[in-house]
């Protein structure tokens, strides 16, 4: 059943009261009396809604354990390339750091994957702060716009996002993985919208005039890096 924007999966049980889970970012799980009309279930979620969207948010924000996936030698993308994994056992601080072809996690227990993802997940973010930081500086000043403020996420759908109204951009997460070139195309489309806020004409006559080939670009990184 969908509730809102919800996607509600209902089983019917011998039960008196109604148990609501929040299983992942797409759906919820809910455990109803069996005599209990589709209405009231329906209200009671709907009651909840916003405590089911911030469970969600949370359940997105955290890191996705691969337990079989992460290890020695695991392959990781960074800024359109590959990385090699390297754990690495240290008594002092945990310390994530970018060798040749590797990225070295340094954690006191290096076999603790949980621990390992969130210290790469933090270095992630750490290595795009200081990136969006850095075309801010640089295009700032080229496109005659400031930002008041820009923020990292992790966004199912979108690459970027600009509240116009408060002239504050988000990127989203996994643009560290892409290339630096993807990275800065949606930079500069956040920008532009703090001079047009819909997909329109003017719009696009903007990134024509600040980033001529943002068409390639944003191809490029919707198909592979
Ligand atoms: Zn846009």
Known sequence: MQVGKHKVV????????????VKSAH???????????????RSIVAERSDWITEQQQKLATKPQPQPAS???????PFEGRSYTVVLTQTTGRRNA??????????????????????????????????????L????????????SDFGVRKM????????????????????????????????VHELTHL?????????????DKFLPDWRVRRKRLNHYE
């Open 10 to 21: 209902v089983t019917r049980k011998s039960i008196k009261h109604l148990y609501l889970r």
């Open 27 to 41: 759906q919820v799980e809910v455990s109803a009396p069996r005599h209990w009309p589709e209405n009231h279930i």
């Open 70 to 76: 992460f290890k020695n030698g695991t392959r990781i």
């Open 97 to 134: 750091s970018l060798k040749d072809a590797c990225i070295e996690l340094k954690l006191p227990q290096p076999d603790d994957i949980n621990a390992a993802i969130k210290l790469l997940d933090s270095w992630y973010r750490t290595q795009l702060k200081q990136r969006i930081q850095q």
């Open 136 to 147: 801010l500086q640089v295009w700032q000043p080229v496109m005659n716009v400031a930002a």
């Open 156 to 187: 199912k759908t979108r690459w970027g996002s600009c509240n116009t109204r408060t002239g504050k951009i988000w990127l989203n997460f996994d643009l560290i993985k892409k290339s630096p070139q993807s990275l800065e195309y949606v930079v």
């Open 195 to 207: 001079y047009e806020r819909y997909h329109n004409a003017r719009f696009y006559a903007l990134m």
